[in-house]
């Protein structure tokens, strides 16, 4: 798997097929950050949410985990053009399935259309070892897909995501063949539910989760 492909044009499609509704998505609890010293960012691309989060708060410490050496030059780029200087920002270039995450570093981890790009058992492996790196009082935000459960716009969501699965397989030559929610996993590693939005017909969706110290 690697995005370097389609790092250039990532923006672009995002706004030829979605318009503004995905970044609506991305940053719609961008405000339940506010108490959150550290912030990690899973898979952050070409950084469009971090320059929200800069924009509000300057002064926030980020890493940034990314394993597309094209996307983080985006990103950079992205910062400077916004007036933000890159050097503040960690940025790690690796696969996050092998990276070693430190023990109860971070007040919040962001997950933005990341998730969805692992199989069912790497999604477990993933959240269950990054989650060690959340501290006790952690709140998770996750924007991604969701197959709706009414019976049209859930025909809609398959004819979408077939599709997408698809198009990431042939470029990306991603792993995952189909959407794995992750909630069980985060319940699992000591998550709840605190907030959830749906938009777009069910297709994406915002939630909030946060781990009771
Ligand atoms: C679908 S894009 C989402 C980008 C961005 N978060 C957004 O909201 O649009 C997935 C991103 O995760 C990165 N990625 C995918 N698999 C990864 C992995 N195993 N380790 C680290 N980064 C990964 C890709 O390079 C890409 O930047």
Redesign the pocket.
């Known amino acids: 798997?690697?995005?370097?492909s389609i790092?250039p044009i990532?923006g672009l499609l995002?706004t030829v097929t979605a318009g503004p509704a995905?970044q609506r998505c991305?940053t719609a609890f961008l405000s339940s950050l506010e108490n959150a010293s550290h912030v990690l960012?899973?898979?952050?691309?070409?950084g469009?949410?971090l320059v929200e989060l800069l924009k509000r708060w300057p002064d926030k410490r980020v890493t940034v985990?990314?394993?597309?050496a094209r996307?983080l030059r985006i990103l950079e780029r992205r910062l400077i053009r916004n007036g933000i200087d890159p050097a503040n920002v960690e940025r790690v270039q690796?696969?996050?399935?092998d990276?070693n995450p430190p023990s109860s570093r971070f007040d919040a981890i962001v997950?933005?259309?990341?998730l969805?790009?692992?199989r069912p058992i790497e999604l477990q492996t993933l959240i269950h070892s990054v989650s060690r790196s959340a501290k006790p009082n952690a709140i998770w935000l996750v924007?991604d897909f969701r197959h709706p459960t009414q019976a049209l716009r859930g025909l809609r969501a398959a004819i979408i995501l077939g599709v997408m699965y698809r198009f990431?397989r042939l470029t990306?030559r991603?792993d995952a063949q189909r959407l794995t929610p992750p909630d069980r996993h985060l319940e699992d590693a000591g998550f709840s539910l605190r907030e959830r939005q749906n938009r777009d017909w069910g297709l994406l969706h915002a939630d909030v989760w946060h781990r009771a110290g």
Do not use: K, Q
């Open positions: 798997m690697n995005f370097d790092a990532y995002e995905v991305r960012l899973l898979g952050e691309g070409n469009r949410f985990i990314d394993s597309s996307m690796t696969d996050v399935r990276w997950a933005n259309f990341f969805d790009c692992f924007a990431f990306t991603l």
